[in-house]
Each structure stands twice: as C-alpha cells, then as structure tokens.
C-alpha cells in the first residue's frame, strides 16, 4: 500500500451509493477531484421485545445490518430520561425508508430514532464536516480510487467570515414556455463570456452537442430555469432511449441510476395547493433549478451556501428544501450533539384542554384595526419595530417543544409562566430550538450591522443576501414550532410564543401612550404613534422610548422610520374601512415603503404594476399630504398616459399577462372561473397542468358567447404569434385594472370621487383652472 498523501481544499459535493461516501473537493488549485470513504449510520430501536425481534430478523433477511446488535442506555429528547435502546448498524442504508415507514406499520408500535437523517448529513456530522467547509484530508490512491484515512474541517460552521470558492457557471433556460414540447423549443446556454442555442427537434444531434459543451466549459454549477421539470426529464429520458450519455454528471465512476420523473407532486399545506417539481441533482457538479428553489429566488446562490453551511444540508438538497427543512437540520445538529435520541417523527401529541382553555390558548398574534378618526391619512407618524420579535422570543424565554410543560419541572414553583396560558418553562435545560435559534439571531444582526457600517457595493450585496436567507428560516421557524409534521414541533410552544409577543406588543403600547403619543396601529411586532398635533418626532425622544420598551418587554425594538405622510388604503369591500395590513407611506429618508398594495402583488399584470410603481415614485417626491394634493394633474397625467396605451393597444402582451395559482386538476374544477377555462385552453393544446403550477394568461373578452375565447394561455400566445395571427384582448378589463391600482393608492388625496368615471370617455374630472381655484 502506497503512503497516505495530503491535500487540502473545499468540501464541493457529497452523496452517497449504500454505505460508500463519495466527496468532491476544490482544492487550491480549483480542480475538482473525487475521494471516497465508507459509512455505515446507526440507528435505535425501542419497544416491546418480541416486536424488536421481529425487526431484527427483518434486517438480517434484506442484508442491512453490519453489526450484532445491542442495547445501549440513550436520552429520549422529551423525557430527558436515559432509556434502553437497541442499537442498530445498518450497512444498506436505502433500508431506512422501509425501517421507518413500512416496517414500523406491519409490526405495529416501536420507536425509531434516527433513521431518517440524510446520511450524507450524518456523515457529515461524524466528521464535524459541512458544506464548502475548507478541510484538509489525507487519502491513498486504490484501484476504485483516491480511499480517505482521514479528513477533517479547519474551519467552524460558526464562522461568520467564510471564503467561498471560485465556481463557474452555465446558465441553461428554454426559448419559449417550458410547457411547449421539446421539439418546437431552443435549449439556450450561457456563460459570463459566450452563448449558445441548441435546437431539440434532433434529440441525438442536441445530446452531442451539449455533451460537447459540457466538456468544453467543465462548469461547476448549472443554473437552470425549469430545469428539473422539463429540461432534465427530457434530456435524462432521450439518453436512456438512444444509449447516449452526455457528461451531464462529472462522476463517471460511481454507479449512478436515476429514475426518470416527469410529474411533480402537488400537496397541500395550510389550505393553499403547493406544487414540487421533481428534483434532479447531478454528480460532481450542482444543478439549481431557480424555478424550484425558494432560497435561491429570496437570496441567490450565497443564500442557498449560508443556509447548507449552518444546517449541513448538501447545496443541491438546501436548493430544493425549504427553510423549515433547514431549520429542523440545525435542530437536529444541536440535539445529536446534546446526545438526545431523535425520533423519526413527530411524537408529542397536544395536551387535552377544555373548551374554555382551548378558547385562551387558539388565538394568533395581536392585531388593531388602524385608528381612522382623523382620515385615512396622517402626517408624521413613527414606525418601532420589535427586531425579530418570534425568534427572539423562543431564545429569550426558552421556548421548545420539550421546554414547554416538561415533566421535571412540574413541581417547581420557580419556573417561568407563560402569560395568560399558566404553561410553564423548564428552567433545567436549554431547549434545542432556542438554542439553534441563538446562533442564527446572532449571525443575521451581524451581516445587517456590517451593511451598515461599510460602502463597499460586494460587501453589501454579499451580506444583504445571506442575512435574507436567515430572515426566512427564521420566519418560518414559528411556524414550524406549531406545524404539525415538524420533528421538533409541539402546539403549545406554539401558543406560548404568541402570548409573549400579545403581551409585548400591549406593553409597547402603553408604554407609547404613558408618554402621550397617539396610537394608531398595530399587528404583530409593530406599532405605529404620532403625537396629538402631528408635529415631527425628534430621534432623542423616540430612542428614549424604544429603551423604555426594550426595558419593559426584554425585547429589542428599533425606529422603522418616520412617515412624513402615511395612508391606510380602504378595503375593496368597504370604501370606509381599512385593512390592517396594508399600508404606504414616505419615510423622512426619502424612501417609499409599502405593504400589501397592487404593485406588490403576484397576480398583475406588469403593465399595471408599473403604472402604480411610476405613480409611487412620483407620489415619493410629495413631502406633505398637502403638496399631494395640490398636484393631483400630475399624477393624473401618469394616469393618462398609462390609459392611452391601453386604449391603442399600444402595450406588449407579456406585460399584460395575468398570473395565477392553479389550485385543482382540471377535471376537479366545477365553476368555469380564469384558471378553469386557461387550463382548458391547454388541454386543446396538448398540455396537461398539475395541481399547484403557475400559469399565466391574457384576458380576451369576457362577454364573448363562447367561454373558450375568454383567457388565452402564455402558451396559445406563442403559438398564434409564430403563425402571425393579431390578438386583440379585453381593454376594458385592463382598464379597470388600472383604475382600481390608482383609486387604491389615490383615492383619500382626490378632489373627486367617481373613478369608474376615469374609463367613460366623456369624463367630467374637474379641469385644471378649477382644481386650481380650489
């Protein structure tokens, strides 16, 4: 046997074929070079005896355990108690799904713990290793391969200064809808210097040539739109057929197979239809479907490295997780190390409450309807924010499942009680959640002072996408505490965390009017006061009574800004009434800031959007409600011109595409609404939509006899364009659009008050010379 060799580099890539664990590392000199090593994960087992053995037999029969089995005393995560389990090495861990689902529902009752930790992630663990981790390794060269003796990180997933390695990338999209068959589609490929266009009409011919490509440019990472849904399962499928294999994966020795999908999944979760593409990561280099990444469309591919590095998720499974799943990873990280056993699924059930206690505890954050006594608008408003209020919380307070009414404080008069609830809260252990949660509140306000204290452009670019990846784990890490398939969840760690912050958000309250401000809002973590005669705030006094807030709740709560006019849009349902979540206004800085208005909405058209978004702007450089008011010509001429484009149709049909959530299959819907009739439309065109898939379409006319020439799809669009067919849409539709974008953002400021009057082409708007005399 040769003498180990050193090398050093960063961990690229990690995955595993049964019990061989194959890596990827960068090394200085940015090679990509392939190591193996070996791993057999072990799992626990606890219950009644003859059941366990049952299990075992089972496990000897498919040939997966490595080892004798034998009992070992554990700590059970809720119970804190040390038990004795059975202790299971499993060298086929493709098993572990059979372990965790099929066989625990033939035997019948028993506890499996750890059995369902990705095992690269496992690996990973053992070996204080995670992704893009600089590590040093010492290897032998085998017949197979480069064999580790032994690898370990030289730097700690705590860092909150990290190198990431130069990585290139190969940008890969399609030329028209990704819903338009193969054949009549362009496969287009990018580099930072050069681009190509591949045809699909010959599927041999576009093989070799991507193929060609890939060996060419050798890139590290392709960044794909719509890759895991179409282009992949086509590519992937058309290879298998014609026996032709395109370096699609730098691996080539590894023994790789892959089950070709087509359809995603469609599942539902709080009431609203979610679609999943299916997934398909490649070997050796990353594939990263923007499409189907919720991480890298909220913070690119620096917020997908920051998210995998804290929760030793593999990049492309970080890429297609959510933050929840991140979440629980970090948690599960925080509960091997405490040595806790960590079962496979959720295990604490919801504690049995009457009707009156059920009637205390269901309730969510608190919420005041905004004060409108004195208008729909006011001046020199002051917006405090509790910073990360939830999450803070949970550390603050030391809330996690198996802190909340925990069976070795039962008896202690001296715990913490939740306000309003009676739970108490263990003051013996630190919970994992609170703990994981720590970490992340302290790298997230790092990267946010760090913007503020430099001018570098990459610097702020850099450390504003990395802190919004942490911003959504910990949004959702509430979430998760209540979600009923969380591991680490439980309902009334849930319910304690939201009356804290109901009690909180009153305290801040009183606080604001002990000092004589006026309160004019609030929901959730944030309040909204002016004084009683509108006049300006002044910073001193505001910091004072953030510190008084900060003193009273443990919470700290920072000046959002102040709005030199702020406007509570009136619902559509009622001219009269606002709705408490939606609000504009003009900070002193300058900056406009807007919640839950047109312009910030998914389901406009971009024609419309940008029609409020240049009246916003406009709107930005008005200081007073005064000065709004004595220009509305100006900001009607916006209008008008928008309106124009309408009417001569002088407006690019992309931008006047409507975009929705499909919500059923089409044979499930009932009513002949929008989605049901476009997705009709695509059933004519040979194009089938699950579930849960965005589609996009124009509106036609709506008082055709025939409901089929209502909506046109994206795709007919394209379709009708390459046969040079005229489209002619609904202007009145859109019209009306764009009347209700300017009445919602407009309509407290207006000298008039008809703007359906706005779409009659005999306007009676009053004129300039008497807007001026008024």
Not at 248 to 271: L, M, V, W
Not at 454 to 469: G, H, R
Request: proline share 4%; hydrophobic share 35%; glycine share 4%.
């Amino acid at each position: 046997m040769s003498d180990p060799v050193e090398t050093e580099g960063y961990l690229f890539d990690i995955y595993h074929i049964e019990d061989t664990i194959y890596l990827w590392i960068k090394d200085r000199n940015e090679n990509a070079l392939l190591f193996y090593d070996f791993y057999q994960p072990i799992i626990y087992a606890r219950g009644n005896e003859s059941i366990l053995k049952k299990l075992v037999q089972r496990l000897y029969q498919l040939k997966a355990l490595a080892a004798i089995p034998s009992y070992e005393e554990q700590t059970l995560f809720y119970e804190n108690l040390k038990v004795p389990v059975l202790k299971l090495t499993i060298s086929r861990p493709s098993v572990l799904s059979k372990v965790s689902k099929k066989l625990y529902a033939l035997y019948g009752r028993f506890d499996i713990y750890h059995s369902d930790i990705e095992i690269s992630t496992s690996y990973m663990v053992e070996k204080g290793l995670f992704p893009l981790c600089k590590l040093k390794l010492s290897f032998t060269e085998e017949k197979d391969g480069k064999k580790i003796h032994k690898i370990e990180a030289t730097d700690r997933i705590k860092n909150l200064e990290y190198t990431v390695p130069n990585l290139k990338t190969l940008y890969m999209s399609l030329s028209k809808s990704h819903r338009i068959g193969m054949k009549d589609n362009f496969i287009l490929f990018r580099s930072d210097q050069n681009s190509w266009e591949f045809s699909g009409r010959n599927p041999k011919d576009l093989l070799d040539q991507i193929n060609d490509l890939l060996k060419q440019e050798d890139p590290d990472i392709i960044l794909s739109s719509f890759g895991d849904q179409v282009i992949f399962p086509y590519l992937f499928s058309q290879a298998q057929r014609l026996k032709v294999f395109p370096a699609f994966d730098r691996d080539k020795s590894s023994p790789i197979s892959r089950n070709i999908q087509t359809k995603g999944t469609s599942y539902n979760t709080y009431g609203t239809i979610v679609f999943r593409a299916p997934s398909y990561p490649l070997f050796g280099r990353w594939h990263i479907d923007s499409e189907n990444s919720f991480v890298h469309k909220e913070a690119d591919l620096l917020g997908i490295i920051e998210l995998a590095r804290l929760s030793r998720l593999p990049i492309q499974k970080m890429a297609r997780a959510s933050t929840g799943k991140a979440l629980t990873s970090i948690e599960t990280d925080v509960a091997l190390r405490r040595g806790y056993l960590v079962p496979w699924q959720k295990s604490a059930i919801e504690s049995p409450k009457t009707a009156l206690q059920l009637l205390e505890a269901d309730k969510g954050g608190l919420v005041f309807q905004p004060d409108i006594s004195y208008g729909m608008t006011a001046e020199n408003v002051a917006q405090l924010d509790f910073a990360q209020m939830y999450p803070s919380i949970m550390v603050l307070h030391n809330i996690s499942p198996e802190c909340v009414n925990c069976s070795c404080c039962k008896n202690d008069p001296s715990v913490s009680i939740v306000p309003g609830l009676g739970y108490k809260i263990c003051n013996k252990r630190i919970g994992i959640v609170s703990e994981a949660l720590d970490h992340v509140l302290e790298r997230r306000a790092y990267y946010k002072n760090k913007v503020k204290e430099t001018n570098d452009e990459k610097i702020i670019a850099d450390c504003n996408l990395k802190q919004s990846s942490l911003k959504w784990m910990l949004v959702t890490s509430f979430g998760y505490l209540g979600y009923r398939n969380a591991k680490f969840g439980r309902l009334e760690s849930h319910e304690s965390v939201n009356a804290f912050a109901r009690e909180k958000l009153l305290l801040a309250k009183e606080t604001a009017e002990e000092r004589g401000y006026v309160f004019i809002h609030a929901i959730t973590d944030s309040i909204f006061i002016r004084k009683e005669d509108s006049s300006p705030f002044s910073e001193e006094e505001l910091r004072e009574l953030c510190l008084e807030i900060k003193n009273r709740t443990e919470v700290k709560i920072d000046v959002d800004g102040i709005y030199t006019w702020l406007l509570f849009p009136a619902s559509s349902q009622d001219p009269k009434m606002p709705v408490a979540n939606r609000y504009m206004g003009r900070f002193a800085s300058g900056k406009l800031k807007c919640r839950g208005i047109g312009s910030r909405r998914k389901d406009l058209p971009v024609f419309v959007k940008n029609a409020q978004k240049e009246m916003l702007e406009w709107m930005r450089g008005k200081t007073k409600i005064k000065d709004l008011k004595e220009s509305e010509m100006e900001i009607l001429d916006i209008y008008n011109r928008y309106d124009s484009k309408l009417k001569s149709e002088k407006v690019f049909l992309e931008e006047l595409l409507i975009r929705r959530s499909t919500s059923k299959d089409l044979d499930e819907y009932e009513v002949d609404g929008p989605a049901a009739l476009a997705l009709y439309n695509l059933k004519e065109l040979g194009i089938d939509v699950q579930a849960g898939e965005k589609i996009r379409y124009l509106v036609l006319n709506r008082k055709s006899k025939s409901k089929d020439q209502w909506y046109l799809p994206e795709e007919a669009i394209q379709i009708l364009k390459q046969k040079n067919k005229q489209i002619h849409w609904d202007k009145t539709y859109y019209r009306k659009l764009l009347t209700n974008v300017f009445r919602e953002i407009w309509a407290p400021f207006a000298s008039f008050q008809d703007f359906e009057s706005l779409i009659d082409e005999q306007r009676w708007l009053p004129f300039e010379d008497q807007l001026k005399g008024n």
